[in-house]
């Protein structure tokens, strides 16, 4: 039997003493490195995400994987995770950063641009927090612009490639809030798209705003980039209109799940022609033997570990 998601989402859920609101800290950004001085991949095979707990893991650890011809082997990294929290006061939805992701956007020179210079894309993923606000309960599309706002002004701010949504563990209805609703998801994305319309923006498949993807004749598939699969060594299909260049079917969590599964989802993603293969919890170890299972299959390659 597969285990739902992932242990991930315990320290940074329930980060609720952190610096509370959208504390953007005092480093100014200009934005991502300039995409000329980025390389130009030469593999051949499907994108590979990582997710990285930066409460415990530092983001450069995805720089740190190449193939044998020189490439990354990760594509795109996954900051987990800002939260959506709630204001009682105000009765509003905000961003809010713990200590440890503040850290890294703080520290975007050292933790951000390198992975950028490499060519990785790197983005943030926001999470909710027990407090009952969550991407699907949003009372108005005036509120879901403004938290919208709030999430493209941080990629703005912190030169980030994106902003990657995971409804979990909002407690919808938790201080008063609404329960999700039909408008509100495809509100804040539809939002979101207007206001970063070169950015990424991902979807972690699951939720309540996951299965609420059209309202008022809006579809917002074809406003992702990218969907995946939330369940860690199994194979499903995300349920959304997009290609399959776009979908990840194939999950897996490195150090947890066997080589041989790891290998034989990135077989069955070639095979049927998807184009992403999502990892999760990249640590600080020699990982080399686990990414290699995934990495022979997708790009005919060993994985090497530089430190």
């Known amino acids: 039997m597969f285990t739902l998601v992932r242990n991930r989402v315990r320290t940074a859920a329930l980060a609720l003493s952190a610096v509370a609101a959208l504390a953007f800290g005092t480093t100014t950004t200009t934005g991502a490195t300039d995409a000329a001085a980025a390389p130009v991949p030469t593999k051949q095979g499907p994108i ?18 190449t193939l044998a011809g020189g490439d990354n082997v990760f594509d795109v990294a996954v900051i987990f995770a800002a939260n959506i929290n709630y204001d009682t006061g105000t009765k509003t939805a905000y961003l809010h950063f713990n200590e440890n992701v503040q850290r890294v956007l703080d520290n975007a020179a050292t933790q951000i641009r390198p992975l950028q210079q490499k060519g990785i894309k790197v983005v943030l993923s926001v999470l909710g927090n027990h407090q009952g606000a969550g991407f699907a309960n949003f009372p108005t599309q005036q509120a879901a612009s403004a938290f919208a706002g709030q999430l493209s002004d941080a990629v703005a701010r912190y030169g980030l490639d994106g902003i990657d949504f995971d409804d979990e563990y909002a407690a919808y209805g938790n201080n008063g809030t609404g329960q999700p609703n039909d408008s ?16 990424i923006i991902s979807l972690y498949n699951i939720g309540p705003a996951a299965s609420r993807l059209s309202y008022g004749g809006v579809d917002l598939s074809s406003k992702f980039d990218y969907a995946w699969n939330p369940y860690y060594g199994s194979w499903q299909v995300p349920r959304i209109a997009l290609p399959k260049s776009k979908l990840s079917p194939a999950a897996v969590e490195i150090g947890r799940t066997s080589q041989t599964t790891s290998a034989d989802l990135a077989r069955r993603t070639v095979s049927e022609g998807y ?19 995934f990495t022979r299959q997708l790009y005919g390659s060993d994985a090497i570990y530089t430190p």
Do not use: C, I, Q
């Open 48 to 65: 590979s995400v990582a997710y990285v707990e930066v409460n415990n893991h530092s983001m450069l650890n995805v720089g740190k994987y």
């Open 184 to 199: 509100s998801f495809v509100h804040l994305v539809t939002a979101l798209r207007a206001n970063m319309p070169d950015k």
């Open 275 to 293: 184009g992403v293969y999502l990892t999760y919890n990249l640590d600080g170890s020699d990982r080399s033997a686990d990414v290699s299972a």
